[in-house]
Nanobody, 124 residues
Framework: QVQLVESGGGLVQAGDSLRLSCAASTRTFSSDAMGWIRQAPGKARELVAAISSGGATTFYGNSVKGRFTISRDNAKNTVYLQMHNMKPDDTATYYC?????????????????WGQGTQVTVSS
């Protein structure tokens, strides 16, 4: 059974940095692409970043490009999202998601397993 556990969320001020982590229990982690998806109340969910199984390919949503960095450590079955220069619009629940394919997808609904989410709140 796949289990994804996010950590690192919290309350920060605009301009601050925060790093999210996601520990995966799946045995196929190193063969699967990973993504971070966020959803704010009243807004559509948004795939903010994704990384291929080996880490060579990444994708970023336009709203976070240049501010967020996704990375992974396959030896630790962990994926990270480093967030810099955070803005109030980044406030959302952030979900780690795993896709049972090595390549990234830009569509959130193509990620097969999701974690429970971690709340990120950015105050102005």
């Amino acid at each position: 059974q796949v289990q994804l556990v996010e950590s690192g969320g919290g309350l920060v001020q605009a301009g601050d940095s925060l790093r999210l982590s996601c520990a995966a229990s799946t045995r196929t982690f190193s063969s699967d692409a990973m993504g971070w998806i966020r959803q704010a109340p009243g807004k559509a969910r948004e795939l903010v970043a994704a990384i291929s199984s080996g880490g060579a390919t990444t994708f970023y949503g336009n709203s976070v490009k240049g501010r967020f960095t996704i990375s992974r450590d396959n030896a630790k079955n962990t994926v990270y999202l480093q967030m810099h220069n955070m803005k109030p619009d980044d406030t959302a629940t952030y979900y780690c998601a795993e896709r049972t394919s090595p390549g990234v997808s830009r569509r959130a609904n193509e990620y097969d397993f999701w974690g429970q989410g971690t709340q990120v709140t950015v105050s102005s």
